[in-house]
């Protein structure tokens, strides 16, 4: 039982045609878009995060909790 490369890549071909088929300028725009999304909500988690975490600690070192 073998593989022909033949076989492989046409099937490889199969596959990038189907998915270049489907993408336009709006559906890269989407994706842009839920990336940026994406990072910028993870950033603001990770900002708030460090802020939190900074404030507590330093209400556990000073003794008094500021904000």
């Known amino acids: 039982m ?10 490889i071909q199969a596959v990038i045609g189907d998915a270049t088929a489907q993408l336009t300028i ?3 725009a ?4 839920l990336v940026v999304g994406a990072v910028v ?4 988690f990770w900002w708030g995060a460090r802020w939190v975490v900074k ?6 070192t ?3 909790l500021r904000l």
Do not use: E, H, Q
């Not at 989407?30 to 878009?33: K, L």
């Open 2 to 11: 073998g593989y022909s490369f033949a076989d492989v890549l046409a099937g």
């Open 26 to 28: 709006a559906n890269i």
């Open 30 to 33: 989407s994706i842009i878009g």
């Open 41 to 44: 909500g993870l950033f603001l």
């Open 55 to 60: 404030r507590i600690s330093g209400a556990f």
């Open 62 to 64: 000073s003794g008094k």
